[in-house]
């Protein structure tokens, strides 16, 4: 089946530096991945839509010169929170379609756990 | 653009009781649905989808839910819940393009020996 790589899976950092999340798609390619923002005890909140060799389409309120999206290959996007203060601080998921086998639907990676101190 | 409401926030149930976990949905095109299953601090786990063709799906872990065009539900079931059962399931919804892919805001379950 398909799997989702996502790494690291937590991260503990100081506020002011940055930080950067991968998520790989280890036996598919994915042109399009998601990325969500979980809060705790909340659903999670669909942040940005990136597509391989292109600009990230962001939803409205997410800050797209803080949470950069880079979606160089058709298997790794990644995500850098930049400048992170404590208010970023969250657990964050990536997902991917298989855009070869949608019978595979969404697959999600195992989520980063970010504080920022 | 769609959107999912899940009902029930909070859902206790004692251990080898039935379970229903509601879901609906509103969207103007065509949809799939998807209910996904998170245990503490991992990832999200697929349990079953609905894409096209007979409306009761059949998950792992023996979950079943039933789309239903008309009433725009999505309904989780299980006849039995076991111990490991207790998590967040979250219902989804996406276009049949596949471009737009949102969540309901879960609901919790726990189930009681």
């Known amino acids: 089946g398909a799997v989702v790589s996502q790494h690291p899976s937590w991260v503990i950092c100081k506020s002011g530096t940055s930080v950067k999340i991968e998520c790989r798609s280890l036996?598919?390619?994915?042109?399009?991945m998601f990325w969500y923002r979980q809060f705790p005890k909340q659903s999670l909140m669909l942040m940005a839509t990136s597509n391989e060799g292109s600009k990230a389409t962001y939803e409205q309120g997410v800050e797209k010169d803080k949470f950069l999206i880079n979606h160089a290959s058709l298997t790794l996007s990644t995500l850098t929170v930049t400048s992170a203060h404590p208010e970023d601080s969250s657990f964050y998921i990536c997902?991917?379609?298989?855009?070869?086998?949608?019978?595979?639907?969404?697959?999600f990676g195992s989520g980063t756990r970010l504080t920022v101190v | 653009a769609q959107s999912v409401t899940q009902l029930d926030s909070q859902v206790p149930v004692f251990e080898e009781a039935p379970v229903e976990l509601r879901c609906n949905y509103s969207?103007?095109?065509?949809?799939?649905l998807f209910w996904y299953v998170q245990y503490p601090n991992q990832g999200l786990q697929l349990l079953l989808k609905y894409l096209s063709g007979s409306t009761l799906v059949k998950g792992i872990n023996g979950f079943e839910a039933e789309f239903n065009k008309s009433q725009t539900s999505f309904h989780l079931r299980k006849p039995s819940v076991h111990i490991s059962d207790t998590a967040e399931y979250f219902c989804a919804v996406s276009s049949n393009t596949g471009n737009q892919f949102y969540f309901g805001t879960g609901t919790s379950l726990t189930v009681i020996p």
């Open positions: 969207s103007s095109v065509s949809v799939y």
């Open positions: 036996d598919f390619q994915a042109t399009t």
């Open positions: 997902s991917a379609k298989d855009t070869g086998n949608f019978n595979y639907g969404y697959t």
